[in-house]
């Protein structure tokens, strides 16, 4: 069974800093991956997405997450924090078949410090 | 064009009552998933719709949830005698067949069981 780790539930960075979320996947195959963000009661929207090919991937709003399938991450950057960064953020995984049904991390809720 | 929409917003029932949650995807979409977000359990997915095959009931936890997708594009997801355990926030998520799309969420309904 696939599952995923997001190390942090909390994490705090100053605005300008850089931004680091952590994920950690684990899947007999490699999955395809994905982080999306959620801000305050709306739903989830994708910020990038890994399936195939390059593995540093760039999404939406500057940021971008690297592939490595010896570590098994997908960890998510951006290089400056902008106060609207602040949202919960979740790591998430699907089979590469079938229903393509969406494992999720437990969340990191971002805030950003002026 | 409109997104993946979602009613009530919020629904606060009381316990062993019956609930009907209502999803409508982006127009063109044959793949509907179902998701709950709860402090306990985080995101987990319930069930998953594509076109006029079988849905995949795998994530549904108790035989009082069930859902159903009329016409292939509205669909009910109903909680039967609700529990306090069931209060959380439900998501539904469009896309293309599953593999050639990503899942766009709804803004989803919260549900208060008291």
């Known amino acids: 069974a696939q599952s995923v780790t997001q190390l942090g539930s909390h994490v705090s960075v100053s605005e300008g800093a850089l931004v680091l979320l952590r994920c950690n996947y684990s899947?007999?195959?490699?999955?395809?991956l994905f982080w999306y963000v959620q801000y305050p009661n709306q739903g989830l929207q994708l910020l990038l997405k890994y399936t195939t090919g390059a593995t540093l991937v760039k999404g939406i709003n500057g940021f971008e997450a690297e592939f490595k399938k010896s570590e098994t991450s997908f960890h998510l950057t951006k290089p400056s924090a902008h106060m609207s960064d602040a949202a919960e953020y979740f790591c998430?995984?699907?089979?590469?078949?079938?229903?393509?049904?969406?494992?999720f991390g437990q969340g990191t809720r971002l805030t950003i410090n002026p | 064009g409109a997104g993946v929409s979602q009613s009530p917003s919020n629904k606060v029932t009381e316990k062993g009552k019956d609930v009907e949650l209502r999803c409508d995807p982006i127009s063109g979409h044959t793949a509907l998933y179902w998701y709950r977000q709860s402090l306990g359990q985080g995101l987990e997915f319930l069930i998953y719709f594509q076109g006029n095959s079988a849905p995949d009931k795998s994530g549904l936890p108790s035989d009082r949830f069930s859902a159903e997708r009329t016409g292939g594009s509205v669909s009910t997801l109903t909680i039967q005698r609700t529990q306090q355990e069931d209060s959380a926030v439900y998501l539904c998520?469009?896309?293309?067949?599953?593999?050639?799309?990503?899942?766009?969420f709804g803004p989803g309904t919260r549900l208060t069981v008291t």
């Open positions: 899947s007999s195959v490699p999955p395809y």
């Open positions: 998520a469009s896309s293309l067949p599953a593999g050639r799309g990503e899942q766009y």
């Open positions: 998430a995984v699907s089979e590469r078949v079938g229903a393509q049904k969406l494992v």
